[in-house]
């Protein structure tokens, strides 16, 4: 079935390094995919999305790549902060983009 | 703009009793999905609505969860008799179209334990 696959399931790093996590889907038709972040005990929140017309979106210390041949699609941060610490989960639309599924969530832990 | 607004923020009840959760969409938002969230299955959507039709319930566990949307801004997600496995935090979250290129705005949440 359609499906979102997610990896790493955790990711810990320093504080000032890098992030990344890394997502694929299955139905060639999708063309949105948000990313959400979830903060202990809190709701999940959009930080930002990109849309199949562009490779890649940034804003600030996240972006988003997209690959549409390879179906996959990444969130990069850079100079990470504790702060950053959370859940985050990435989602794509599916069955003619009239739906969404969710991936399984990455747990980043940003150690100072 | 108030977001989306669940209640009660959370509930603890026996098993085998009725649980009923609220949710308020946000203001001109034609969209809502029923959420369940579970550190061993994650986020599911269970149900959900566009102009207050049921688009797919297919993510509804068992007949004892029901889903009814009365008017353009509200719904229920309902369960009776309750079971301890359905213990979670529950989310509703509401987007402008019924498309899945919309974002969806999620509410705070309602924590439920069956005890």
């Known amino acids: 079935g359609e499906n979102v696959e997610q990896h790493p399931s955790t990711l810990s790093v320093q504080e000032g390094d890098s992030a990344v996590i890394k997502c694929t889907y299955s139905d060639s038709a999708s063309n949105y995919f948000p990313w959400y972040k979830q903060e202990l005990g809190k709701r999940p929140q959009l930080i930002i999305d990109i849309r199949s017309n562009v490779g890649e979106k940034k804003d600030q210390r996240i972006a988003v790549t997209l690959n549409k041949t390879a179906k996959h699609f990444s969130l990069h941060i850079t100079e990470t902060q504790p702060e950053d610490s959370a859940v985050y989960f990435c989602?794509?639309?599916?069955?003619?983009?009239?739906?969404?599924?969710f991936g399984a969530g990455t747990r980043l832990t940003v150690k100072p | 703009d108030a977001g989306v607004i669940q209640s009660p923020r959370h509930e603890v009840t026996e098993m085998g009793q009725e649980v009923t959760l609220r949710c308020k969409l946000i203001?001109?938002?034609?969209?809502l999905f029923w959420y369940r969230q579970t550190m061993m299955r994650g986020l599911e959507l269970l149900i959900y609505f566009n102009n207050n039709v049921p688009i797919d319930d297919s993510g509804m566990p068992e007949d004892r969860f029901s889903a009814k949307m009365p008017n353009a801004s509200f719904s229920t997600l309902k369960i009776q008799p309750s079971e301890p496995r359905d213990s979670a935090v529950y989310f509703c979250?509401?987007?402008?179209?019924?498309?899945?290129?919309?974002?969806?705005?999620f509410g705070p949440g309602t924590r439920l334990t069956v005890l």
């Open positions: 203001s001109g938002h034609n969209s």
């Open positions: 979250a509401s987007s402008l179209g019924g498309s899945g290129t919309d974002t969806q705005y």
């Open positions: 989602a794509a639309s599916f069955r003619n983009n009239n739906d969404m599924r």
